[in-house]
């Protein structure tokens, strides 16, 4: 039996990567997302987010965040939808017409101009994802993106895509969290000195 690789190494190299990914990041992408949420929030319209797998998950989890948490207690929220967060709407859609399908039906129901729309995605490739992006564009929404890897197709298709080169799935995770969480906290700034 071969031994495990020293934890201590293991778990700084993952911190490295992390770190180093992060780091070579231009931020003045995550900037513009980050107006363009203000925007959205103080124009009332509505944040749609998506992701498969640990994606979706992390697409709820910041929905959570915008929803309630940029407040801070003192102002309303945004109005954030992860369009993962439904079970019963994601295998009727899946069920009924396709798994390719199952964002994109919820975006042109719900979409209208003016609203953003944020695919989390590790290789950019899901057709759910590609499938979203487009109809998104069909109602004049923008879309943004958090990739990893090589980006994949979306990171043609997506107006601007928040593209971190890492092929790490779990890394690439990560980083949607990071990227969510800094515009969190900026826009919570912004709730603060409003309030």
Known sequence: MTALPNPSLQFANYAERLNKALLAIDFSLIERLARDMLTCWKNGNTLYLCGNGGSAGNAMHLANDFVYGIGG???????????SANPSVLTCLANDIDFSEIYSTQVKLFGKAGDLLIVLSGSGNSPNILRAIEAAHQLDMKTYGILGF???KAKAMLQTPIHFAINDMQVAEDLQMNVGHMIMQWLKLHAQEKG
Request: proline share 7%.
């Open 73 to 83: 207690g003192k102002l309303p929220g945004m109005r954030a939808h992860a369009l």
């Open 150 to 152: 090589d980006g994949g």
